[in-house]
C-alpha cells in the first residue's frame, strides 16, 4: 500500500486513481468511526461520502504538516457533530450521571447487545462519544487522539475514564432495570 | 469498595503506562477484586463497542462517490446559457453604477423641465412689487399692496 503522501502528490498531478486508492483505504475506518457517533447506518454511509467529497475537493490544498489520516478523521468528526447539531441529537448532560453510585460487584459484559452499546453511547456527550470511539474502534493512541482533537494528553485519558466511567453506569442501570422486570 | 489505583487501570488497558508501573499494575490486579473486576469491565466495554462495526463494500461506495464527482464536473463545464429576458439582459449588460447615474441625470433634467404657472406668477408679481408701480391692479394685486 502507497504512502498517503505519495498518493496525495499524484492526485495533485491529475490522477484520479490516487484518490480512488486513498478512499478505498480509508473509508471503512471513516464509516465505523462516524457510525457509532450518530448512530445509523445510512446516516453514517451519506456523512462518509460527505466527507470524502470535501476532502476531494480540499486534498490540493493540504500541506503535508499533519498526518492525511489525522485530517481525515478531523473533518469526519466534524461532519458527525454538525450533522448531529442540525438533528438536534438529544445526550444526557454530565451533571445526570453519578459516578460514586458505579456498582462494582455486577459484571455488565453480559447483558451488552448492539442495540444496548448504541443507545448506551448515543446518551454520553459527544466530545465522551469521540474519544471512546476513537479508542475502542479505531485503537488509536492517547497522542493520535489528542492530535486529532487539538486536546491535551491528559485530557484525552480524563475524557476516556469518564466516558467509560459513564457507559459502565448506563449498563448497570440497565442490566438492573431488566432484572426488576 | 473502590481502589485508588482504578484510573491507572484504564491506562494499563490502554498501553499507556510506562513499564515500571505497568508491571506494579499488573502484581496489583492479581491481589485487587476491584481492579480485577474492572479491567474484565474494561474488556468488556470494548468488545462490545467493537462488535458494532460495520462492514462496506469498497467498490460500491467509491463508484456512488465517483458518479457525484463526475456529475459536478458536468454540470461546470456545460457553458451558461444566455437569458433572454428584457429584465435579466438589462441586468448582464448594464452595471449597477451606470445605470443609477443615468437615473439620477434623467431625473435632474426632468426637474429642470418642470412648469409650475403659481411660481412663476408670484415671482413676476415680486418683481413688479420690488421694481415697479403697477398701473392697472387686479382684485388679487389689490389684496396684496393692501398690506404695505
Known amino acids: 500500500m502507497e504512502e498517503d503522501l505519495t498518493l496525495i502528490s499524484r492526485f495533485k498531478a491529475g490522477e484520479m486513481e490516487a484518490f480512488e486508492m486513498l478512499v478505498k483505504k480509508y473509508h471503512n475506518q471513516i464509516i465505523n468511526t462516524v457510525f457509532p457517533l450518530v448512530g445509523n447506518v445510512h446516516d453514517a454511509e451519506d456523512i462518509t461520502q460527505e466527507v470524502f467529497f470535501k476532502i476531494y475537493h480540499r486534498l490540493d490544498s493540504f500541506r503535508a504538516q499533519a498526518k492525511f489520516s489525522s485530517w481525515l478523521y478531523r473533518v469526519s468528526l466534524n461532519s458527525a457533530y454538525d450533522f448531529l447539531r442540525k438533528q438536534k441529537h438529544k445526550t444526557v448532560s454530565l451533571e445526570n450521571i453519578d459516578y460514586a453510585d458505579i456498582s462494582d460487584g455486577k459484571k455488565p459484559e453480559n447483558i451488552f447487545t448492539k442495540d444496548l452499546v448504541q443507545d448506551a453511547l448515543n446518551k454520553i456527550p459527544f466530545e465522551f462519544r469521540t474519544v471512546i470511539v476513537l479508542k475502542e474502534i479505531d485503537g488509536l493512541s492517547y497522542r493520535e487522539i489528542a492530535q486529532i482533537l487539538k486536546i491535551s494528553i491528559g485530557t484525552v485519558e480524563s475524557r476516556i475514564y469518564r466516558a467509560r466511567s459513564m457507559l459502565k453506569k448506563i449498563f448497570v442501570q440497565k442490566w438492573v432495570s431488566r432484572d426488576e422486570m | ?148
Open chain 2, 1 to 148: 469498595m473502590k481502589c485508588k489505583y482504578s484510573r491507572l487501570i484504564n491506562r494499563y488497558f490502554d498501553n499507556e503506562l510506562p513499564q515500571e508501573k505497568k508491571e506494579f499494575i499488573e502484581s496489583h490486579i492479581d491481589n485487587c477484586g476491584y481492579c480485577n473486576g474492572e479491567l474484565k469491565n474494561l474488556l468488556a466495554i470494548k468488545q462490545n463497542i467493537y462488535q458494532n462495526k460495520i462492514g462496506t463494500n469498497d467498490e460500491f461506495f467509491w463508484q456512488t462517490l465517483k458518479s457525484r464527482i463526475d456529475r459536478e464536473k458536468q454540470t461546470q463545464a456545460q457553458p451558461q446559457r444566455l437569458v433572454l429576458e428584457p429584465s435579466a439582459l438589462i441586468k448582464k449588460l448594464i452595471p449597477v453604477p451606470i445605470l443609477a447615474t443615468i437615473l439620477v441625470v434623467a431625473l435632474l433634467n426632468l426637474s429642470q423641465q418642470y412648469y409650475n404657472p403659481i411660481d412663476e406668477y408670484i415671482f413676476d408679481k415680486t418683481e413688479q412689487l420690488l421694481f415697479e408701480k403697477p398701473e392697472n391692479q387686479s382684485t388679487v394685486d389689490a389684496l396684496l399692496y393692501q398690506d404695505q
